[in-house]
């Protein structure tokens, strides 16, 4: 006998719980990441405005925060949100004011929307 498996159900949009927390949908398509090139000059850019909080050093914490950056014309920075968070508010908005700081991810990135790896690690 032939098995048959259920249809499955349409995509549903984003829940109302979802857009009142702030939860993103991407209509560009999924996020992208940057050229290995251009991955490392942004985070070069990046180490030059992002402040490590008192309070995250004082704790000892560490953590990655992974942003969502909309980026429009010439690659200016249009958006920048978590998609990802490190568990410590502290450091999750330090890498967003860092990442407003860069102001531009570059040409290359002209209209898309990329995920940036901002990593706060003690030495």
């Known amino acids: 006998p032939e098995v048959r498996r259920p249809p499955r159900p349409?995509?549903?949009p984003p829940s109302t719980a979802a857009r009142r927390t702030?939860?993103?949908t991407?209509?560009?398509g999924a996020p992208?990441?940057?050229t290995e090139p251009e991955l490392t000059a942004t985070l070069a850019r990046l180490s030059g405005v992002l402040l490590y909080p008192a309070e995250a050093?004082?704790?000892g914490w560490e953590g990655e925060v992974i942003v969502l950056i909309e980026a429009g014309q010439e690659g200016r920075?249009?958006?920048a949100s978590v998609a990802s968070?490190?568990?410590?508010p502290s450091l999750d908005h330090a890498a967003l004011r860092a990442v407003r700081l860069l102001g531009s991810l570059g040409p290359?990135?002209?209209?898309k929307s990329v995920l940036l790896p901002v990593r706060f690690r003690l030495e």
Not at 85 to 88: A, G, K
Not at 108 to 111: E, H, Q, T
Request: no cysteine.
């Open 85 to 88: 968070s490190s568990r410590h």
């Open 22 to 24: 702030g939860e993103k």
């Open 57 to 59: 050093v004082e704790q």
């Open 32 to 34: 992208g990441t940057l």
């Open 77 to 79: 920075i249009l958006d």
């Open 26 to 28: 991407n209509p560009r």
């Open 10 to 12: 349409a995509p549903r």
């Open 108 to 111: 290359g990135a002209a209209g």
